[in-house]
T-cell receptor
Framework: EAQVTQNPRYLITVTGKKLTVTCSQN?????MSWYRQDPGLGLRQIYY???????DKGDVPEGYKVSRKEKRNFPLILESPSPNQTSLYFC?????????????FGPGTRLTVT | GDSVTQMEGPVTLSEEAFLTINCTYTATGYPSLFWYVQYPGEGLQLLLKATKADDKGSNKGFEATYRKETTSFHLEKGSVQVSDSAVYFC???????????FGKGTKLSVIP
């Protein structure tokens, strides 16, 4: 089944404790992206990647890191999480060059930082 | 910059009522337009899309028409069901960029 998977689905952590949220897709998509969803703000893009070893900042990159060492994986790293990073996070992927710009989303990771 | 504005919710309708959720966009060029739906506890799913002016996207009884002259992409359904209760997001993308710009979402609740 074609899908985007994220782990963990739920995470409660403390301020300053480094964490990684994994994202993997099995559709051979070049483009991958991370969003955060907050009430009243909709979805905002954190980082994106056009292909392996190519990443770039989205609209709200502060406090986050990403890497793209393999085409299928795009982990989101919070080196020193803070309470304002409590949010619902979505990973998404898209094939390049097909002209539709449609993105496929993972199920989400709910992060709470205390 | 590019932006998407959609009507604020929440919207509560009775079953079989007519639904309209307004969406307008600002963009340079000619973006692709999307409606995504998020059911409780789940990720976003593409509901429908349109890639050029006057295109009509449709799926599951929902429709939206790409209106370039009014820069709008309003979502409509003739008869909603309880199972349509969800949050609906309008988004634009393309025109040279793979970044999607989302509206803030509209929560729809359908009561029996």
């Amino acid at each position: 089944e074609a899908q985007v998977t994220q782990n963990p689905r739920y995470l409660i952590t403390v301020t300053g404790k480094k964490l990684t949220v994994t994202c993997s897709q099995n559709m051979n998509h070049e483009y991958m992206s991370w969003y955060r969803q907050d009430p009243g703000l909709g979805l905002r893009q954190i980082y994106y990647s056009m292909n392996v070893e190519v990443t770039d900042k989205g609209d709200v990159p502060e406090g986050y890191k990403v890497s793209r060492k393999e085409k299928r994986n795009f982990p989101l790293i919070l080196e020193s999480p803070s309470p304002n990073q409590t949010s619902l996070y979505f990973c998404a992927s898209s094939p390049l060059g097909q002209g539709s710009y449609e993105q496929y989303f993972g199920p989400g990771t709910r992060l709470t930082v205390t | 910059g590019d932006s998407v504005t959609q009507m604020e919710g929440p919207v509560t309708l009775s079953e079989e009522a007519f639904l309209t959720i307004n969406c307008t966009y600002t963009a340079t060029g000619y973006p692709s337009l999307f409606w995504y739906v998020q059911y409780p506890g789940e990720g976003l799913q593409l509901l429908l899309k349109a890639t050029k002016a006057d295109d009509k996207g449709s799926n599951k009884g929902f429709e939206a028409t790409y209106r370039k002259e009014t820069t709008s992409f309003h979502l409509e359904k003739g008869s909603v069901q309880v199972s349509d209760s969800a949050v609906y997001f309008c988004a634009q993308g393309g025109a040279g960029s793979y970044q999607l710009t989302f509206g803030k979402g509209t929560k729809l609740s359908v009561i029996p």
